[in-house]
């Protein structure tokens, strides 16, 4: 009887060892069949080198992580994951097929953040296209997005790039006006290329004068605050409240601030009440919540409506609008947005940005509300970058000293023979532009500084990238009698500026000569270098065709002795930026 019983137990407990033993490598092999199947949903990329090639096509994604939702890479890309996906592996793009069993490679997930993808400025011919114009910029978003990026481990994808946003995040020393008549005078620099000794930079940079305290207007500031489901992530309202709230603790006491809501609905939680009231300001503040879907227009709307009836001739009417920028209801028309701020803007009320968070931020739609409303955008990726912008420099973010500047420069055609532009893509204008005060430009904040690079090819070069006509009339005959300054002048700058209050525009003018030429680059002004380092290190991010064999230990070899003074450590920030995108490229890693 006792081995009967002892039988059957004798065999299950075989089973269960023997099912023990088995089940590890059968998961083993599910798992490896899931990632599999990750890599090929479609069933016809079965070369990992391919499938790189064929998911490197879309730049846009964020870091492991990043997003709670995530988009299929090689199906239906605009077909939304409801669960977190099994992770998608990609090899790197300087690891060949043979040496994939050998190290794993990298992971990065897909997000659905949103920037323009502008055309890249060409190179122009000067015989055929002397003259350039854009419009300046102020914003700042682009290099805390790309530092976030960055300190999550990866690339940031190239359109999230604007490298005039990366060059303006710094202070430069520039000399400032004589006199206040003038808002600001452009400061000139000619210098070889540190990327091709072949070409050269022309720098150009103005800065704004500062406000003293007590010469700052009064604020009249409405706070626009996303506070839909959305928003409900540490790095998103949480960090938004404790910015608004640096930003009440650094304003006057006869400042008055009123907070308006959106989310199902858009509400006025707080009407617009003095500041030495601080205690009201920071408790609504503190009780802002998120929930619910997004109503970003008509919040927009009331926000507006605020600012209107409470309106100060003499001071400083804002809206500033705190968001991810993922509107889906409201003014669901992008025009008919932007519209509706331009149209405000004329009343004098104007419009700042903050964006918040990552995953499905939506850079595009928050730099054109920014851009026709007069004001200013910035990405805030943590609370130093908070304090940096509303208070380091909420003179710049709140007080304006020059509307709708705009720069043009005439390139000589006996002593260029090429240019372009380095970023402001999305800031072009017309030639015939430049002289239309009805065409909208950027505005110039107090203290704020503003730089812009253009490589230039001289004549004599033979780095040019265009052929000459064969046909075409000599354009060099002329004798010098009739243009003295035809073989000192390599250019002729314009820069076009309205005051406040002011609806006709102001120019200045001076002619870029041979007497602000620096021959070798290590002569050039330490700011000067920088910006160009700054300027590499975008180009390099911007996976720029022109940059060359110029690498991210070049930047900072041409960027570390020109750091100068650092009092925030924004340019010691900028060198390990330079170096973890060094580690991520080698890694392959965007």
């Given at each position: 009887?006792?081995?009967?019983?002892?039988?059957?137990?004798?065999?299950?407990?075989?089973?269960?060892?023997?099912?023990?033993?088995?089940?590890?490598?059968?998961?083993?092999?599910?798992?490896?069949?899931?990632?599999?199947?990750?890599?090929?949903?479609?069933?016809?990329?079965?070369?990992?080198?391919?499938?790189?090639?064929?998911?490197?096509?879309?730049p846009?994604?964020?870091?492991?992580?990043?997003?709670p939702?995530?988009?299929?890479?090689?199906?239906?890309?605009?077909?939304?994951?409801?669960?977190?996906?099994?992770?998608?592996?990609?090899?790197?793009?300087?690891?060949?097929?043979?040496?994939?069993?050998?190290s794993?490679?990298?992971?990065?997930?897909?997000?659905?953040?949103?920037?323009?993808?502008?055309?890249?400025?060409?190179?122009?011919?000067?015989?055929?296209?002397?003259?350039?114009?854009?419009?300046?910029?102020?914003?700042?978003?682009?290099?805390?997005?790309?530092?976030?990026?960055?300190?999550?481990?990866?690339?940031?994808?190239?359109n999230?790039?604007?490298?005039?946003?990366?060059?303006?995040?710094?202070?430069?020393?520039?000399?400032l006006?004589a006199?206040?008549?003038?808002?600001?005078?452009?400061?000139?620099?000619?210098?070889?290329?540190?990327?091709?000794?072949?070409?050269?930079?022309?720098?150009?940079?103005?800065?704004?004068?500062?406000?003293?305290?007590?010469?700052?207007?009064?604020?009249?500031?409405?706070?626009?605050?996303?506070?839909?489901g959305?928003?409900?992530?540490?790095?998103?309202?949480?960090?938004?409240?404790?910015?608004?709230s640096?930003?009440?603790?650094?304003?006057?006491?006869?400042?008055?601030?009123?907070?308006?809501?959106?989310?199902?609905?858009a509400?006025?939680?707080?009407?617009?009440?003095?500041?030495?009231?601080?205690?009201?300001?920071?408790?609504?503040?503190?009780?802002l919540?998120?929930?619910?879907?997004?109503?970003?227009?008509?919040?927009?709307?009331?926000?507006?409506?605020?600012?209107e009836?409470?309106?100060?001739?003499?001071?400083?009417?804002?809206?500033?609008?705190?968001?991810?920028?993922?509107?889906?209801?409201?003014?669901?028309?992008?025009?008919?947005?932007?519209?509706?701020?331009?149209?405000?803007?004329?009343?004098?009320?104007?419009?700042?940005?903050?964006?918040?968070?990552?995953?499905?931020?939506?850079?595009?739609?928050?730099?054109?509300?920014?851009?026709?409303?007069?004001?200013n955008?910035?990405?805030?990726?943590?609370?130093?970058?908070?304090?940096?912008?509303?208070?380091?420099?909420?003179?710049?973010?709140?007080?304006?000293?020059?509307?709708?500047?705009?720069?043009?420069?005439?390139?000589?055609?006996?002593?260029?023979?090429?240019?372009?532009?380095?970023?402001?893509?999305?800031?072009?204008?017309?030639?015939?532009?430049?002289?239309?005060?009805?065409?909208?430009?950027?505005?110039?904040?107090?203290?704020?500084?503003?730089?812009?690079?253009?490589?230039?090819?001289?004549?004599?070069?033979?780095?040019?990238?265009?052929?000459?006509?064969?046909?075409?009339?000599?354009?060099?005959?002329?004798?010098?009698?009739?243009?003295?300054?035809?073989?000192?002048?390599?250019?002729?700058?314009?820069?076009?500026?309205?005051?406040?209050?002011?609806?006709?525009?102001?120019?200045?003018?001076?002619?870029?000569?041979?007497?602000?030429?620096y021959?070798?680059?290590?002569?050039?002004?330490?700011?000067?270098?920088?910006?160009?380092?700054?300027?590499?290190?975008?180009?390099?991010?911007?996976?720029?065709?022109f940059?060359?064999?110029?690498?991210?230990?070049?930047?900072?070899?041409?960027?570390?002795?020109?750091?100068?003074?650092?009092?925030?450590?924004?340019?010691?920030?900028?060198?390990?930026?330079?170096?973890?995108?060094?580690?991520?490229?080698?890694?392959?890693?965007?």
């Open positions: 009887m006792k081995k009967m019983i002892l039988m059957p137990a004798g065999i299950l407990f075989g089973l269960t060892l023997v099912f023990a033993i088995m089940m590890p490598n059968f998961m083993n092999y599910r798992q490896a069949s899931k990632l599999q199947e990750a890599k090929t949903p479609l069933g016809t990329i079965r070369d990992p080198s391919k499938a790189y090639t064929e998911m490197d096509k879309d846009g994604f964020t870091t492991k992580g990043a997003a939702q995530y988009e299929a890479r090689l199906g239906n890309r605009n077909e939304p994951v409801s669960a977190a996906p099994e992770p998608e592996f990609r090899t790197a793009p300087n690891q060949r097929a043979d040496q994939q069993a050998e794993p490679p990298d992971q990065t997930y897909v997000g659905r953040d949103r920037f323009e993808s502008p055309t890249p400025n060409p190179v122009h011919r000067v015989a055929d296209d002397p003259v350039s114009t854009f419009s300046i910029d102020v914003d700042t978003a682009s290099y805390a997005f790309v530092r976030r990026a960055l300190n999550n481990g990866h690339l940031p994808p190239p999230a790039v604007r490298i005039e946003e990366l060059i303006n995040y710094f202070d430069y020393d520039y000399q006006p006199t206040r008549s003038v808002p600001f005078q452009p400061n000139v620099a000619i210098f070889p290329t540190p990327w091709n000794y072949e070409t050269k930079l022309l720098h150009i940079g103005i800065k704004g004068f500062d406000i003293i305290p007590e010469e700052k207007q009064r604020s009249n500031l409405v706070f626009l605050v996303d506070v839909s959305s928003m409900n992530q540490p790095d998103k309202l949480p960090l938004l409240k404790e910015s608004l640096l930003l009440v603790n650094h304003l006057h006491p006869d400042d008055t601030i009123a907070l308006v809501v959106y989310a199902g609905s509400r006025t939680v707080l009407e617009p009440t003095r500041v030495r009231e601080k205690h009201r300001i920071l408790n609504a503040i503190d009780r919540r998120a929930g619910g879907s997004t109503a970003g227009g008509a919040g927009i709307q009331i926000a507006y409506s605020l600012a009836d409470h309106f100060d001739p003499e001071g400083v009417n804002r809206v500033i609008l705190a968001t991810d920028g993922d509107f889906n209801v409201g003014i669901r028309d992008p025009e008919a947005l932007k519209g509706f701020i331009e149209r405000k803007r004329e009343t004098g009320i104007f419009l700042s940005v903050l964006g918040f968070g990552q995953g499905n931020y939506n850079d595009a739609l928050m730099q054109k509300l920014a851009q026709n409303g007069n004001g955008a910035a990405y805030i990726d943590s609370l130093s970058e908070a304090k940096k912008v509303l208070v380091d420099e909420a003179s710049g973010t709140l007080f304006t000293i020059a509307r709708d500047v705009k720069i043009q420069v005439e390139f000589n055609p006996s002593r260029v023979a090429e240019y372009r532009l380095i970023g402001y893509e999305t800031r072009r204008l017309r030639r015939e532009d430049f002289n239309n005060d009805r065409v909208d430009a950027g505005d110039v904040g107090a203290g704020h500084s503003v730089t812009a690079l253009y490589e230039i090819t001289p004549v004599d070069s033979e780095a040019r990238f265009i052929d000459e006509l064969r046909y075409e009339a000599d354009t060099t005959s002329s004798s010098p009698e009739d243009e003295p300054d035809k073989d000192t002048e390599y250019a002729f700058l314009k820069v076009r500026y309205k005051l406040p209050g002011e609806n006709a525009s102001r120019l200045l003018t001076r002619a870029i000569d041979n007497s602000i030429v021959s070798e680059l290590r002569d050039t002004p330490g700011d000067v270098r920088f910006s160009a380092a700054v300027a590499a290190f975008g180009l390099l991010l911007r996976e720029d065709p940059i060359g064999d110029f690498g991210y230990r070049d930047v900072l070899n041409l960027a570390r002795p020109a750091a100068g003074a650092d009092p925030f450590g924004y340019r010691s920030e900028f060198l390990d930026l330079v170096q973890t995108a060094d580690r991520a490229d080698a890694m392959g890693t965007r």
